[in-house]
C-alpha cells in the first residue's frame, strides 16, 4: 500500500546536498542585492525629500521680500 522511501545512495546525497548548499548561497547573495537596491530606493527618497525642503525654504523666504 505504501511504498517505503529509500535513502540515496551517496553520490545522490552528496548532489542534493551541494544543490542545497549552492540555492542557499543564491538566495543569500539575492537578499543582499535587495538590501543594496531598498538602500538606494531610501537614499533617493531622502534626497527628494531634502528637495523639498530647501524649495518650502526658498519660497517662504522669496514671500518674505
Known amino acids: 500500500m505504501t511504498e517505503q522511501a529509500r535513502i540515496p545512495d ?5 548532489r542534493l546536498t551541494d544543490n542545497l548548499r549552492q540555492g542557499i548561497l543564491d538566495l543569500q547573495e539575492f537578499g543582499l542585492q535587495l538590501d543594496e537596491v531598498l538602500a538606494g530606493l531610501e537614499k533617493h527618497i531622502r534626497e527628494q525629500k531634502l528637495k523639498r525642503i530647501e524649495r518650502s525654504r526658498q519660497n517662504i523666504q522669496d514671500g518674505v521680500r
Open 10 to 14: 551517496e553520490a545522490t546525497r552528496k
